[in-house]
């Protein structure tokens, strides 16, 4: 079982109030093969929230200056809970996010200025032995396997 970033699948859940959905994605989510999750909602933000970016230092700030790190914690553990209990052993999530990016993350400027970096629920489940792919490299690996 895949778990995937809800806003991949099309469900509205980013800062925004929308969704990011990626049809190949979307298709694996509407089989039963995918598990969906939003760490952020599931920390309790709401949807639309303020923009959040993760800081240097690890925290998580939005753009009216609130640590809210703590819901991007809460949100984390509660989705890794999810996990586990569905039985996840690789996760698609969405790329560049405070929550789920991997390798490249906003840098907490809030300029658009991409670092190195993970989100703090794509860090989690590194720790934790959990295959993490964004939804390019999911895409790009699902094409290779079908050719």
């Known amino acids: 079982m895949l778990l995937l970033s809800a806003c991949l699948a099309g469900v509205p859940c ?42 240097p ?22 989705a890794l809970e999810i996990c586990r209990a569905r039985g996840c052993d690789c996760a698609v999530l969405k790329a560049k996010s405070p929550s789920c990016g991997k390798g490249l993350i906003y840098d907490g400027s809030f300029t658009r200025t991409l670092t190195q ?18 939804e390019e490299e999911a895409v790009c690996a699902l094409e290779q396997r079908r050719a």
């Open 14 to 55: 980013r800062m925004d109030g929308h969704a990011k959905p990626v049809p190949a994605l979307l298709s694996l989510a509407v089989r039963g093969e995918a598990v969906l999750v939003c760490p952020e909602v599931l920390g309790g933000l709401p949807i639309p929230r303020v923009p959040s970016e993760r800081c």
């Open 117 to 134: 970096g993970d989100g703090v629920f794509a860090a989690l489940l590194q720790r934790e032995g959990i295959r993490v792919l964004t």
């Open 57 to 78: 230092d690890g925290r998580v700030m939005n753009a009216a200056g609130e640590d809210v790190t703590a819901a991007f914690v809460l949100g984390a553990q509660r």
